[in-house]
């Protein structure tokens, strides 16, 4: 194996998906010599930042110490979006939809609805209370509510595009001189006496600090993390459009009408022309490989979603998915992030934050990292999510 000379770069960040193509931008643009490395060609549909689109929310009911991270990941994308022309987040409101919000589980935490709205006060962010009836009258996409449901409205909420936000984080990088090799696996991350030696594919890859962001593949990548990670497959469902126009003016939605997974879905307003509506719901049953994950969806599998979720509550919405998706969550206890050192050097960070919920957060998030990285202080958005 070749090997690098010793200290060339300041930084390596391993995954070059929403995490690590954010943490790669933010270190090129404080100067740094970076490396990102990454097994595929990012942005790519085999991890857990494709299909389009992703919830983005500003009063984060998971927990307040995401709030900070989701703001400025707003602000990040507005600004890439300006400096680039491309289209990364679109704020046409978020609407969360609760049954039995005490009972009501979600992302591992009760009183999801509750949390929400006190989030909100807390940090000042515009939102209304609104009641079943309201919400069917604003908003003709839903229907069937039973009346018994609390309505929280964030207008400043929405979508944010991922692959979009990946290939723009990355494409920045390059233009500012990251060294940026795809198709490159990583075999191990070896923190020795003076930095960080990584072993890929391609060759040995030296660094005084580096970065792990890999994902779905974190336990194979940062064994101090497997026993706490678990990975579940997850599937998306576009179907077509009888009435595109309730479709298109409507918010991002979760609609949690039952205190079950299986009770609670999710979805997104028609992109313009396109013609369909994604929709998705959760699965913590069965755990997978992300390697031999099943990336096929059934057509079983779409029709269950349309029977348990869409029928009765989506209007115009027609029942056959015209496309469908897998994709991985990676789920840490409480359905939190982990953001720790290496066991044996604080000269990497290992970095897990998915649970279902992570993009939002993950431009803030790769600014954080950056800087906690080559500043060696501990940036204080990243001190709840270290449990060590
Ligand atoms: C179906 C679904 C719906 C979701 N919905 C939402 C939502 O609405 N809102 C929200 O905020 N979040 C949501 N999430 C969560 C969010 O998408 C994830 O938290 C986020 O995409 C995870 O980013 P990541 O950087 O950790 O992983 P990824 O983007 O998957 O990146 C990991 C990268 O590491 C690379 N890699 C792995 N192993 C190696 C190796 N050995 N060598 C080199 N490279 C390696 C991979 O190739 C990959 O590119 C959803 C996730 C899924 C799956």
């Given amino acids: 194996m070749t090997s690098e000379p010793s200290g060339l770069f300041d930084l390596a960040v391993i995954g070059l998906g929403a995490v690590g193509s954010a943490c790669l931008y933010q270190a090129l643009r404080r100067g740094a010599r970076v490396i990102g490395i990454d097994r595929f060609d990012p942005p790519h549909d085999k991890g857990s930042s494709h299909g389009d689109t992703r919830i983005t929310r500003q009063a984060i009911g998971e927990g307040d110490e995401y709030v900070p991270l989701a703001l400025r990941s707003h602000a ?34 009760l009183g999801f609805h509750a949390r929400t709205v006190a989030a909100a006060r807390r940090f000042n962010i515009a939102h209304e209370l609104i009641d079943p009836a309201e919400i069917m009258y604003r908003f003709p996409l839903f229907h069937g509510l039973k009346g018994d449901e609390e309505g929280y409205f964030e207008p ?3 979508q944010v595009f991922p692959e979009r936000c990946i290939a723009v984080q990355l494409g920045e990088a390059r233009r500012l001189g990251a060294d940026v090799r795809t198709g490159c696996e990583v075999l191990s991350v070896e923190p020795d006496g003076s930095g960080v030696a990584i072993r890929t594919s391609g060759g040995i890859v030296r660094a005084a600090k580096a970065v792990v962001a890999g994902g779905a593949w974190m336990p194979r990548l940062a064994p101090s993390l ?64 992300p390697d031999g994950v099943r990336r096929q969806v059934d057509a079983s599998e779409s029709a269950d979603m349309f029977n348990q979720h869409v029928r009765g509550r989506l209007r115009g919405v027609g029942s056959l998915a015209t496309r ?7 789920v840490a206890p409480g359905s939190d992030f982990i953001v720790e050192h290496h066991p044996e050097s604080d000269a990497v960070t290992l970095v897990s934050a998915c649970s279902g919920h992570g993009f939002k957060h993950s431009a803030g998030l790769g600014e954080a990292l950056a800087s906690q990285a080559l500043d060696n202080i501990a940036h204080p958005m990243l001190a709840s999510f270290d449990a060590t």
């Fill in 76 to 109: 990040i994308w507005d600004e890439l979006a300006a400096a680039t022309g491309e289209r990364l987040i679109d704020r046409c409101g978020f609407l969360l939809i609760v049954r039995g919000d005490a009972e009501n589980l979600h992302h591992g935490k």
């Fill in 156 to 158: 400043g909420g929405g």
């Fill in 226 to 289: 497997a026993s706490r990670l678990k990975i579940y497959r997850q599937t998306l469902h576009w179907f077509p459009l009888a009435d595109p126009e309730h479709a298109q003016a409507a918010p991002t939605w979760i609609w949690n009408r039952e205190a079950s997974p299986s009770g609670q879905f999710y979805g997104f307003p028609s992109l313009p022309g396109s013609g369909e509506i994604k929709c998705a719901g959760e699965q913590y049953d069965q755990t997978c490989d």
């Fill in 324 to 330: 469908a998706a897998a994709c991985c969550y990676t």
